[in-house]
T-cell receptor, first 110, second 115 residues
Framework: RKEVEQDPGPFNVPEGATVAFNCTYS??????FFWYRQDCRKEPKLLMS???SGNEDGRFTAQLNRASQYISLLIRDSKLSDSATYLC???????????FGAGTILRVKS | GAGVSQSPSNKVTEKGKDVELRCDPI?????LYWYRQSLGQGLEFLIY????????KSGLPSDRFSAERTGGSVSTLTIQRTQQEDSAVYLC?????????????FGPGTRLTVL
């Protein structure tokens, strides 16, 4: 079983749609969780950290369910510029190592 | 300010040759990471530096891979006797401190092609 699993997609949605991505992780000792965004042929960039209580940043909402070892990302009112690969990232030991999921592809179309 | 830089941006080499990839982290960032990304795959952790020491080398795929960091700054990743399966984009990232509480900033990567 992979340490971090994501649905690869692609998710093809129209502008203005709401879309949700899910991610599961295998290491129950994981402490920190993130969503990174990667545009085609570009480097990954941090989108947002994921906190236990859930957190929101504009149109983006991230949630964590430790009991189910599950992380989600919700994007509301999708824009064309949201088209990218979204990477679920989990720390597997304090400070040292982040494990990246293979990513979920989002395509927003007009 | 300057971000993470990597050189070369592209490297084409013949099977069996050695290659050296370079990473210049953001000034003041103590933590430095190397990853590789194959086509359509996620990022694979290779090695992590805190200062000049590498407490975690568990991700290096084989003993053909080595990395060093000097002066708490520049890092080089060396691949000896390259194989075709080494072809990938090699990404370097740096952070102010441990990655679980500090954002990782990535460089643009080195695209390695082994013929």
């Amino acid at each position: 079983r992979k340490e971090v699993e994501q649905d690869p997609g692609p998710f093809n949605v129209p502008e203005g749609a709401t879309v949700a991505f899910n991610c599961t992780y295998s290491n129950s000792a994981s402490q920190s969780f993130f969503w990174y965004r990667q545009d085609c042929r570009k480097e990954p960039k941090l989108l947002m950290s994921v906190y236990s209580s859930g957190n929101e940043d504009g149109r983006f909402t991230a949630q964590l369910n430790r009991a189910s070892q599950y992380i989600s990302l919700l994007i509301r009112d999708s824009k064309l510029s949201d088209s990218a690969t979204y990477l679920c990232v989990v720390s597997v030991e304090y400070g040292n190592k982040l494990v990246f999921g293979a990513g979920t592809i989002l395509r927003v179309k007009s | 300010g300057a971000g993470v830089s990597q050189s070369p941006s592209n490297k084409v080499t013949e099977k069996g040759k050695d290659v050296e990839l370079r990473c210049d982290p953001i000034s003041g960032h103590t933590a430095l990471y190397w990853y590789r990304q194959s086509l359509g795959q996620g990022l694979e952790f290779l090695i992590y530096f805190q200062g000049n020491s590498a407490p975690d080398k568990s991700g290096l795929p084989s003993d053909r891979f080595s990395a060093e960091r000097t002066g708490g700054s520049v890092s080089t990743l060396t691949i000896q006797r390259t194989q075709q399966e080494d072809s990938a984009v090699y990404l370097c990232a740096s952070s102010l401190g441990p990655a679980d509480y500090n954002e990782q900033f990535f460089g643009p990567g080195t695209r390695l092609t082994v013929l």
